[in-house]
């Protein structure tokens, strides 16, 4: 099992550009999250996903965008670039049970310019 | 909604001291693990505790969820061990059950 990958590792942006932060899992996992972490701090939840076709906002959504169309992925979007949004995305999975625990992608390192 | 705290914020030791990182969370939780944050930015598995006492080698952690803490212990510190180390918790208190919130770290320093 690959566990869960991210794509791409590194990322420089120019302000105003969009992308999209892919995000992969293969244990079959029903909850996916994405997480950002800014220098010297921990991480804080951008968005979630309970299960295919379904998200919800986490605690600094705003800027960002997401999308759950298979199981497996979920995808992070930036529709217009801010250096505000600067920072190493962390994607992460767990089965919907109760007693499971998360695993984490090795992360995005993302610069806007 | 839920409020995780960690501390100390920093901690710096000599090779072969013994440690003790807290993890207080202001509501009861159903979920709890810690990780560590290597100096390459990975984040590993520690444990997942959201109560009683684990041990894996060096390490060990115990949650009592009826007081809203959890303690990571790790002895005979190694350099490898440097680091942040993370709490994470997860309450179903809240309509967003699947919500998982992180504390702010301990970032730990071992000094050969």
């Known amino acids: 099992n690959a566990g869960v990958t991210q794509t791409p590792k590194f990322q420089v942006l120019k302000t105003g550009q969009s992308m999209t932060l892919q995000c992969a899992q293969d244990?079959?996992?029903?909850?996916m999250y994405w997480y950002r972490q800014d220098p010297g701090m921990g991480l804080r939840l951008i968005h979630y996903s309970v299960g295919e076709g379904t998200t919800a906002k986490g605690e600094v959504p705003d800027g960002y965008n997401v999308s759950r169309l298979k199981k497996q992925n979920f995808l992070l979007g930036l529709e217009s670039a801010a250096p505000s949004q600067t920072s190493v995305y962390f994607c992460?999975?767990?089965?919907?049970?109760?007693?499971?625990?998360?695993?984490f992608g090795p992360g995005t390192r993302l610069t806007v310019l | 909604g839920i409020q995780v705290e960690q501390s100390p914020p920093d901690l710096i030791l000599q090779e072969g001291a013994n440690s003790t990182l807290r993890c207080n969370f202001s509501?009861?939780?159903?979920?709890l693990q810690w990780f560590h944050q290597n100096p390459w930015g990975q984040l590993i598995n520690l444990f997942y505790?959201?109560?009683g006492t684990k041990q894996n080698g060096r390490l060990s952690a115990t949650t009592v969820a009826t007081e809203r803490y959890s303690l990571l212990y790790i002895s005979s510190s190694q350099t490898t061990d440097s680091g942040v180390y993370f709490c994470?918790?997860?309450?179903?208190?809240?309509?967003?059950?699947?919500?998982?919130?992180f504390g702010s770290g301990t970032r730990l320093s071992i000094r050969p």
């Open positions: 244990m079959n996992h029903e909850y």
């Open positions: 994470a918790v997860e309450s179903d208190r809240y309509s967003s059950a699947s919500k998982i919130i």
């Open positions: 992460a999975s767990r089965s919907r049970s109760s007693y499971n625990e998360q695993f």
């Open positions: 505790i959201p109560s």
């Open positions: 509501d009861s939780v159903n979920n």
